[in-house]
């Protein structure tokens, strides 16, 4: 048992230093996976709109919505990584990777 909390230990230091990248990553799946469904939502709300008004739109939940999201969201999850111990950081990483896979086959996306 010493040897699997040792082995969980080094790759929760290694991975670590990549905390940032691993958050991007999360949240990047995240994204385009409930990406499309936003993008219904926020066609259903303007769809009886001026053809200016849906394009105005669309260009500000992309560039302002997911672009202000992203990075709070990547903060938030970097944040809250950080606080874990090696010897959890690769199981917690692993584990939400799994379920955000899941998810993603459960919405067919896969």
Do not use: W
């Not at 940032?20 to 385009?32: E, K, P, Q, R, Y």
């Not at 809250?80 to 896979?101: D, E, K, R, W």
Request: net charge positive.
């Amino acid at each position: 048992m010493n040897f699997v909390s040792d082995l969980l230990i080094d790759l929760g230091s290694f991975m670590r230093s990549y905390n940032s990248d691993i958050s991007l990553a999360f949240v990047a799946s995240l994204l385009v996976i409930v990406g499309g469904d936003i993008n219904r939502y926020i066609k259903v709300l303007v769809r009886s709109s001026h053809f200016l008004v849906r394009i105005s739109v669309f260009i500000a939940v992309c560039t302002f919505g997911y672009g202000a999201l992203t990075p709070f969201l990547i903060q938030i999850i970097t944040s809250q990584l950080a606080t874990l111990s090696s010897l959890y950081l690769p199981l917690v990483i692993i584990s939400c990777f799994i379920a955000l896979g899941i998810y993603a086959e459960q919405k067919r996306q896969i």
